[in-house]
C-alpha cells in the first residue's frame, strides 16, 4: 500500500522477488514491440497496429508513476507495414525510427513539446525492408540495423548522428544461405555489435563487430547447427556478448568467451517448445537475466525469467498464456517488461507492463514468498518516509542499511515487537544520496524480506 502524503510502503512477510501483477498499456491488434528507458529512468514505448489500422503508436511511463500515459499516434496518417524503433537521443528526447515492408524508406522522427516533428527520410533506402533493431550509444548516435526484403541475402547498417545520417554499410551478405533478423548493441567505444541469424547451407546466429570503419569477420556460437529465426543480443560491462535466440521450436542462449564462445545451452524445458524468441539483459550488476517462452507437456505457453547469481540459477514466472512478443529494460532497481498476449479474440492483443525488484550483491533473492508492494522510490531526506511490516508473531527484529555494492552499512536493532502491524522510518539511517536497500531481518526466523529501495 502506498501513501502519497506519506511515501509509506507495506512489507508482509517473508517478501519475494515476484513479478508485479501486470497493468494493461494498451489493447488493440498489436505486433512488433521496442521498448527504451531515459536516463531518469521513465520507460518509452512503441508498437504497430495490426492491419486494416496500420499505426504505429507510442506510450511512456515516468518512474514515479504507476500507469502509462493514453498511447498516441506517432504520424498523422496510419503507415502500411511499418515496423518501429524507440530510441533515447540526446537530450532524452524520444526518437522512433520506423521501416515498412510494404512500403519504401526508412523514417525518423521525434517528440519534441508533447508533439512530433514531421518525419525525415533517410535518404540512403528507398526500398522495402523489416527486421528493424535501434539502439542509441553514450554520445547520442543512433545505430540502426535491419534486413533487405524477399531475399534475405543482406544485413544493413546505418548511423544517425548531429542530424545526419551514415551509411547504409552491408553487415553481412550471403548468396547461398539466408541472412535475417537483426539485433544491434553499442560497446563503451561506441562501436555497434551485430547479431543475426544464418539459414539454409550454414545454419545458426552469427556475431560481428564494428572496428573503425569495418567488421570483424562473424563468430559462431558453438553447437547451433539448427534452423533458427530469431536472435537477440546483450553486454555485459566488459563489451562481452551473450546472444539468445529462438530456433526449432526451443530457446537457447552462449556467452562470449575471451577466444571462443560458451557451450550453447537450452532454456525451455523440452515439452512442446517456445512461442517466441529469449531476450537477454545484464543489470547493474552485471549479473544476467534471459526471458524465454516455455510450454511443458500438457501446459499452455507461459513467459519466464532466469537469472544468474553467483553461478547458480534461479527462475522465475512472470506470466502464463503467453504467445505474443516480450521487451525488456533494467533500471538501478528493477526489470521492466512489455509484453503482448492474447486478448481473447482472434486478432487482438492487449499490451501488459510488469516489473519485479533487483537486489544488490550480498541481499538475498527469494523465490517464493508474499508480494511486496512498493513504488520505486522512497526518498531518505522526507522525514515522515516510512516502512511499514507486519509480524505473525512476536519477533526480536532488526534492519540493516545496504549500500548498492551489497555491503551492510548500518544495523538499526528494534527490539523485542509483539505480533501485527510495525513501522521503520528510514530518516537519518540512510546515505541523502545514491541508492540503498533496507533488509529487516527477524531474530526467531533470520527471515531476510525484499529489498526497499531508497533514493
Not at 562470449?256 to 517448445?273: I, N, Y
Request: glycine share 8%; proline share 7%.
Amino acid at each position: 500500500m502506498l501513501s502519497v502524503g506519506l511515501l509509506t510502503v507495506w512489507l508482509y512477510l517473508p517478501a519475494a522477488a515476484q513479478w508485479s501483477e501486470p497493468v494493461r498499456v494498451s489493447r488493440n491488434w498489436l505486433w512488433a514491440y521496442s521498448l527504451a528507458m531515459d536516463s531518469a529512468e521513465g520507460l518509452h514505448a512503441v508498437w504497430s497496429r495490426y492491419p486494416p489500422d496500420d499505426w504505429l503508436e507510442y506510450a511512456s511511463k515516468k518512474p514515479t508513476a504507476d500507469t502509462w500515459m493514453t498511447p498516441e499516434h506517432i504520424t498523422p496518417t496510419a503507415i502500411p507495414g511499418a515496423q518501429g524503433v524507440v530510441v533515447i537521443g540526446p537530450n532524452g528526447t524520444p526518437h522512433v525510427i520506423w521501416i515498412s515492408y510494404l512500403a519504401a524508406g526508412i523514417f525518423l522522427t521525434r517528440r519534441e513539446g508533447g508533439t512530433w516533428t514531421t518525419p525525415e527520410q533517410f535518404p540512403g533506402w528507398n526500398r522495402a525492408g523489416s527486421g528493424l533493431r535501434g539502439v542509441c550509444d553514450r554520445w547520442g548516435r543512433i545505430h540502426i540495423v535491419w534486413q533487405g526484403l524477399n531475399t534475405f541475402d543482406t544485413i544493413w547498417y546505418a548511423r544517425y548522428e548531429a542530424g545526419n545520417w551514415v551509411g547504409p554499410e552491408t553487415v553481412a551478405a550471403a548468396t547461398s544461405r539466408r541472412v535475417y533478423a537483426p539485433d544491434v548493441m553499442t560497446d563503451h567505444e561506441g562501436n555497434a555489435i551485430v547479431a543475426y541469424v544464418r539459414t539454409r547451407d550454414s545454419l545458426g546466429p552469427a556475431l560481428v563487430r564494428q572496428t573503425g570503419d569495418s567488421w570483424t569477420a562473424p563468430t559462431f556460437p558453438r553447437g547451433t547447427e539448427r534452423d533458427e529465426w530469431t536472435t537477440r543480443v546483450a553486454l555485459d560491462s566488459n563489451d562481452n556478448a551473450i546472444m539468445a535466440w529462438h530456433g526449432n521450436g526451443c530457446s537457447f542462449f552462449s556467452e562470449q568467451l575471451p577466444d571462443s564462445w560458451s557451450l550453447t545451452e537450452r532454456l525451455d524445458s523440452g515439452g512442446a517448445g517456445a512461442s517466441a524468441g529469449p531476450v537477454p539483459c545484464v543489470d547493474r550488476w552485471n549479473r544476467l537475466h534471459v526471458l524465454y517462452t516455455d510450454r511443458p507437456p500438457g501446459a499452455e505457453f507461459s513467459l519466464h525469467e532466469r537469472t544468474r547469481i553467483d553461478g547458480q540459477w534461479r527462475e522465475h514466472l512472470i506470466v502464463d498464456s503467453f504467445p505474443g512478443w516480450a521487451e525488456v529494460a533494467v533500471s538501478s532497481g528493477r526489470l521492466h517488461v512489455l509484453l503482448s498476449r492474447d486478448a481473447g479474440s482472434p486478432y487482438e492483443a492487449e499490451a501488459m507492463y510488469t516489473w519485479r525488484p533487483l537486489s544488490p550483491p550480498g541481499v538475498e533473492e527469494e523465490s517464493e514468498g508474499a508480494l511486496v508492494e512498493s513504488p520505486e522510490y522512497i526518498s531518505p531526506v522526507t522525514p515522515s518516509s516510512t516502512v511499514f511490516f507486519a509480524l505473525a508473531k512476536p519477533e526480536r527484529v532488526h534492519v540493516d542499511i545496504i549500500d548498492s555494492a551489497g555491503r551492510c552499512i548500518d544495523r538499526v536493532s528494534l527490539g523485542l515487537l509483539r505480533a501485527g502491524r510495525h513501522d521503520f522510518r528510514p530518516f537519518g539511517h540512510v546515505p541523502a544520496r545514491g541508492v540503498a536497500f533496507l533488509r529487516i531481518v527477524t531474530a526467531g526466523t533470520s527471515t531476510i524480506v525484499k529489498v526497499v529501495r531508497i533514493n
